[in-house]
């Protein structure tokens, strides 16, 4: 089993010190003895460069106001601007932000972006909020950050319970105030105000991109196997499309109500349609229910986790029937169920890789908008499918070179990117 390092000394009791930033901390430790690193490079790293702490004061559409915590961490602009979501969720907070934000540095260096690592959101439950009110809080929550994103400091994106009309606020609210439009300054934002085509399926389609990949590598036939998967929208959904339109057989899907099991297959046409008009799985007809728990503990070939953070642990690696598990959403695997996985030998196609769909994507849009001339989708699927494919091919070659799960080789790959780049600039001053 893989041991858990403690966090430096320096590290614990910090303002952002939480369980999620110790498990990014420590999966960041577990690489470093295969990283051939500076220790100047890894005292650097282990902490975010910027971290801002705001209150959005907002007025309720019953007169009262209210006033939400909210966040943006920087880890890494060693590459380049930072890059990463805005997520409006009741659990966000400095040290979720500062654990995704340290992600997603690895991820964007991994595919070789220009990019660092940054995360954000408010505090809020966004399904008890109207359309009014998230309007609200996104336009006060840009304000507040003015000065501290940019089209060539921090560029934001869409992440849990934002979407292209989030964008679109930050986008304008950031315009207002440079007296100019920046459609730049946010990726993941409508066509309309340019945005890029195929843009809010790339992460989804990514997982399935490197799923295939896998699949080839390990002499399985995609059109063959049978998948759960935890979650069902942006990425879980399009996730699951991709997957039967690819021939597998989906035999369940997940929302925050719970999921729904057919031995069968399900018919995604027909959920999808229920969710447009029920906003949620719960009530499904002609499929088993079954908790969000036990979906992770179905018999099937590939599991795909596209919901939350620390669905995976040692309380239930154990019990994962899985050959195959492919992270869409953003650590949902724990250390220790890493360990238990490996003696299992379960593939597990880590987050950083599996999941980097969304963030390439969000490179050519941003791309586009600097040059002022825009891919058609077939292009733009085309250039991801071939990031993806070095990126996994990078990562499968050293994983079988120095004998690492494929989650360390994607880290040492990244962590190697980044403390390139920052031998050769040195730290300031």
Request: one cysteine or more.
């Amino acid at each position: 089993m893989v041991k858990v390092e403690q966090a430096p000394v320096e590290q614990l009791g910090l303002e952002w010190d939480t369980p999620l930033f110790r498990t990014a901390l420590a999966q960041f430790q577990l690489a470093l003895p295969h990283a051939d690193v500076h220790p100047a490079v890894v005292a650097r790293l282990s902490s975010p460069e910027r971290a801002l702490i705001v209150s959005v004061p907002v007025r309720m559409d019953d007169g009262t106001w209210r006033v939400f915590p909210a966040y943006r961490v920087q880890h890494s602009s060693v590459l380049g601007p930072t890059k990463g979501g805005i997520r409006y969720d009741l659990h966000v907070s400095l040290g979720e932000c500062t654990a995704l934000a340290m992600w997603m540095t690895w991820k964007c260096a991994l595919l070789r972006l220009p990019y660092g690592g940054a995360k954000g959101g408010v505090r809020c439950t966004p399904r008890d909020l109207s359309v009014d009110e998230i309007q609200r809080i996104t336009r006060r929550f840009t304000s507040e950050l003015v000065g501290f994103i940019g089209p060539k400091e921090d560029i934001p994106a869409p992440d849990m319970a934002t979407n292209e009309q989030t964008m679109a606020w930050m986008m304008d609210t950031y315009s207002m105030q440079m007296g100019y439009a920046v459609p730049e300054i946010v990726t993941g934002k409508p066509i309309s105000i340019g945005g890029s085509v195929f843009r809010r399926e790339a992460t989804g389609a990514g997982v399935v991109m490197v799923i295939e990949r896998a699949c080839g590598r390990l002499g399985w036939q995609l059109g063959e196997l049978r998948c759960a998967v935890q979650g069902f929208g942006n990425v879980g959904g399009v996730a699951a499309r991709e997957l039967q339109g690819k021939g597998a057989t989906v035999v369940a899907v997940s929302d925050f109500t719970g999921g729904i099991v057919s031995e069968t297959g399900l018919d995604l046409d027909a959920v999808t349609r229920w969710t447009l008009e029920n906003r949620s799985l719960e009530g499904y007809p002609g499929a088993r229910r079954v908790s969000n728990a036990e979906l992770l503990e179905l018999p099937c070939d590939v599991l795909v986790l596209a919901a939350l953070e620390d669905q995976v642990t040692g309380e239930n690696a154990g019990r994962i029937q899985a050959r195959m598990i492919a992270e869409g959403a953003n650590g949902p695997t724990s250390v220790e169920a890493d360990g238990i996985l490996a003696e299992r030998e379960i593939v597990v196609l880590p987050d950083v890789l599996t999941n980097s769909g969304g963030v390439t994507v969000s490179y050519f849009e941003w791309v586009q908008d600097l040059g002022g001339f825009f891919w058609d989708r077939d292009e733009i699927r085309n250039r991801l499918a071939d990031k993806l494919g070095d990126a996994f091919d990078r990562v499968w070659t050293l994983s079988e070179e120095q004998g690492l799960s494929l989650r360390s080789a994607a880290l040492v790959a990244g962590i190697r990117e980044v403390a390139a780049a920052l031998e050769a600039r040195g730290i300031y001053p």
